[in-house]
């Protein structure tokens, strides 16, 4: 099991392979079949995890500096080039898309429909850096640094659906 100075950022479970899998700081990755025991798993990486999703048989793992990784059997890991430096701080899958998002201070997204060929995005109608983002009801959603909110269909084309709230979402 992880130790006591390495965060658990993430996890995520795959129903196709009955299999969790929990990444953190340093790189650090542990998969379960139970989620009581954990057994670890090179990352290929030292890069801090920060997300992870799971879509059409591919784990997708994202976190410092741009660092992707993907896995199609929740034992090892591929890194995938992200075309960026932004820390990537959250990762969602839907409508047959993977979307990781971050930045620090200015919103930065990258899409995929596969987890491993990536494409940026522009999103210019929110600031802040992204730390949340989730799909549901056909809808991708993200929150900003700044308390501001915006909405997609398709991961390309953003909206502005200001939430009201000053504070960090996320």
């Given at each position: 099991?992880?130790?006591?100075?390495?965060?658990?950022?993430s996890?995520?479970?795959?129903?196709?392979?009955?299999?969790?899998?929990m990444?953190?700081?340093?790189g650090?990755a542990r998969?379960?079949?139970?989620?009581?025991?954990?057994t670890?798993i090179?990352?290929?990486?030292?890069?801090?995890?920060?997300g992870s999703?799971?879509?059409?048989?591919?784990?997708?793992?994202v976190?410092?500096?741009?660092n992707?990784?993907?896995?199609?059997?929740?034992t090892?890991?591929?890194a995938?080039?992200?075309?960026?430096?932004?820390?990537l701080?959250?990762?969602?899958f839907?409508?047959?898309?993977?979307?990781?998002?971050?930045?620090?201070?200015?919103p930065y997204?990258t899409?995929s429909?596969?987890?491993?060929?990536?494409?940026?995005?522009?999103?210019?109608?929110?600031t802040?850096?992204?730390?949340?983002?989730?799909?549901?009801?056909?809808?991708?959603?993200?929150g900003?640094?700044t308390?501001?909110?915006?909405?997609?269909?398709?991961?390309?084309?953003?909206?502005?659906?200001s939430?009201?709230?000053?504070?960090?979402?996320?």
């Open positions: 099991f992880p130790s006591h100075d390495s965060n658990i950022n996890i995520v479970y795959s129903p196709d392979l009955s299999r969790f899998v990444v953190g700081n340093l650090m998969y379960s079949s139970t989620g009581v025991t954990w670890a090179t990352s290929g990486t030292t890069s801090t995890f920060f999703a799971y879509g059409n048989g591919q784990g997708v793992f976190g410092h500096l741009g992707i990784r993907t896995s199609n059997n929740f090892t890991f591929t995938r080039v992200s075309s960026t430096t932004n820390t701080y959250t990762v969602t839907g409508n047959n898309t993977f979307v990781a998002a971050g930045g620090l201070s200015t997204v899409t429909s596969d987890g491993i060929a990536w494409a940026n995005q522009t999103l210019s109608v929110v802040g850096g992204i730390r949340s983002i989730v799909y549901g009801n056909n809808l991708f959603i993200v900003t640094t308390g501001q909110l915006a909405t997609s269909t398709d991961a390309v084309t953003w909206a502005n659906t939430s009201n709230d000053t504070s960090t979402i996320g």
